[in-house]
């Protein structure tokens, strides 16, 4: 696991904001440390390295432009991937479940996305290609993007407040901080398999 202490030590918070930016909205993104880094971000922030209400702001703002930069590049590009009778993947059938899915589940799903690593990275592409309408986007766009930005580095801020060399215990709380993130996707993986067995 990269250590996102050092990494904010080393790019700052211009470099937090552009590492969220891209964890956002593009597609090579997919891999940087968000949860922990926010995390990582609100812990430094307790000791005074960074401003907490400066890292807040700041990632709200990348948070919400990257899932845009996302939509509408799934918005403009993404259908042409996808317009194929052939492929497996790129295909319109794929295309048509994903307007189904984001018409009945949309807003919850761009919210809920927020919080699950990789797949934030995905979800607004996704909503693009799908067609979902830009007005709801954009409006749990923004809701997902302060609850993340301002959730995970609020409890980074008072873990270190609280705990005397917050640092030995990073590797941890980080690690549960990620497990957490992946309930949602488990909770809907049982809930999937339970009504298949019921069909």
Known sequence: MLDPILIIKTVGLIGIFLIIFAESGLFFGFFFPGDTLL????????????????????????????????????????????????????????VNRAENFYSKHGPITIIAARFIPMIRTFVPV??????????????????????????????????????PNPDKYFLPVAILIISFSFLPIIARSIYFLINKRKN
């Open 39 to 94: 995390f990582a971000g609100g812990i430094l922030a307790s000791h005074g390295f960074i401003s907490i209400s400066l890292l807040i702001i700041g990632c709200v703002i990348a948070a919400i432009v990257g899932d845009n930069v996302g939509y509408w590049t799934g918005k403009h590009f993404g259908y042409k991937l996808f317009n194929s009778e052939s492929s497996f993947f790129f295909n319109k059938k794929n």
């Open 126 to 163: 996704v909503a693009g290609i799908a067609n979902m309408q830009y007005k709801k986007f954009f409006l749990y766009n923004v809701i997902g993007g302060i609850l993340w930005s301002v959730l995970l580095p609020l409890v980074g801020y008072y873990f270190g407040n609280i705990i």
